[in-house]
């Protein structure tokens, strides 16, 4: 599969490998390469409950990640695209600003957002499995936030009133990522399991054959404690619910195509 004009490459040695997407005319997806490589999933005892355990150890092939949550602009620039199995209101957010990110989508919402720029692209965006997130998350970290064991309003934005500007904090972690604590919840592409017991240890998606199925949310939001925005911290949510803490962030399969 080739990968067009469009996709623009920057490599900078010892940098993240960033990938540009154009979605209009000033709107732009970044693309973060994320490296394969195995972690701990879930934390360890004396940290979170029953649905981070057991902590088990899991390898991640090498896949990409949107660098920020993505954002309004980047919603809208979609959203006018045509439909594949649902419609996309162009605005859903509740804070309005176009480099905010994007919230009060259902998860339904959140994959047509990805089926319409497949189409576009011509490549398979989807939403994260959880494993892959948490992953992401973490960047090679076992504390409770990738930038350490506490967490503070210089660094993410949480207990607040509202969600704040993608990067505004410029606190990437060793992967290149921003806004992974706090600021919107993240739609994950797994159904909800109330803890690890025969997890996948591939990096897969777990799923189940109900379309009801409550979807996994990660990362915490603008408005919850620190305790909610940790890196193992997980939760769910019917997918059919709009809520104004949950967003989303995307992910690209990079096995069907040489990016070189």
């Given at each position: 599969?080739?990968?067009?004009?469009?996709?623009?490459?920057?490599?900078?040695?010892?940098?993240?490998?960033?990938?540009?997407?154009?979605?209009?005319?000033?709107?732009?997806?970044?693309?973060?390469?994320?490296?394969?490589?195995?972690?701990?999933?879930?934390?360890?005892?004396?940290?979170?409950?029953?649905?981070?355990?057991?902590?088990?150890?899991?390898?991640?092939?090498s896949?990409l990640?949107?660098?920020?949550?993505?954002?309004?602009?980047?919603?809208?620039?979609?959203?006018?695209?045509?439909?594949?199995?649902?419609?996309?209101?162009?605005?859903?957010?509740?804070?309005?600003?176009?480099?905010?990110?994007?919230?009060?989508?259902?998860?339904?919402?959140?994959?047509?957002?990805?089926?319409?720029?497949?189409l576009k692209?011509?490549?398979?965006?989807?939403?994260?499995?959880?494993?892959?997130?948490?992953?992401?998350?973490?960047?090679?970290t076992?504390?409770?936030?990738?930038?350490?064991?506490?967490?503070?309003?210089?660094?993410?934005?949480?207990?607040?009133?509202?969600?704040?500007?993608?990067?505004?904090?410029?606190?990437?972690?060793?992967?290149?990522?921003?806004?992974?604590?706090?600021?919107?919840?993240?739609?994950?592409?797994?159904?909800?399991y109330?803890?690890?017991?025969?997890?996948?240890?591939?990096?897969?998606?777990?799923?189940?054959?109900?379309?009801?199925s409550?979807?996994?949310?990660r990362?915490?939001s603008?408005?919850?404690?620190?305790?909610?925005?940790?890196?193992?911290?997980?939760?769910?949510?019917?997918?059919?619910?709009?809520?104004?803490?949950?967003?989303?962030?995307?992910?690209l399969?990079?096995?069907?195509?040489?990016?070189?």
């Open positions: 599969m080739g990968l067009g004009s469009k996709w623009v490459i920057n490599r900078g040695r010892g940098q993240a490998e960033v990938f540009y997407e154009q979605l209009g005319e000033n709107t732009v997806l970044e693309m973060v390469q994320i490296p394969g490589g195995e972690f701990q999933m879930g934390s360890p005892e004396k940290e979170g409950d029953y649905r981070e355990k057991p902590q088990h150890l899991v390898n991640v092939a896949f990640l949107s660098r920020f949550p993505v954002t309004q602009a980047q919603w809208e620039a979609i959203a006018r695209t045509d439909k594949v199995r649902i419609d996309l209101p162009p605005a859903p957010s509740r804070f309005q600003g176009k480099n905010l990110p994007v919230e009060g989508v259902t998860w339904f919402e959140a994959i047509e957002f990805c089926e319409r720029l497949q692209t011509d490549r398979p965006y989807r939403l994260p499995s959880e494993a892959e997130w948490e992953y992401a998350c973490r960047a090679g076992a504390t409770r936030f990738h930038f350490g064991e506490t967490i503070s309003p210089k660094v993410a934005t949480y207990n607040g009133t509202q969600t704040t500007a993608v990067g505004s904090h410029q606190a990437a972690n060793a992967f290149g990522l921003e806004d992974l604590h706090g600021n919107v919840w993240e739609w994950c592409a797994d159904h909800w109330d803890n690890y017991i025969d997890a996948p240890v591939d990096g897969t998606a777990r799923t189940t054959n109900s379309r009801a409550h979807r996994v949310i990362g915490g603008w408005l919850d404690t620190p305790n909610l925005c940790r890196s193992g911290y997980r939760n769910a949510l019917p997918p059919g619910n709009k809520v104004i803490t949950i967003g989303l962030r995307i992910a399969s990079i096995e069907a195509f040489n990016l070189d």
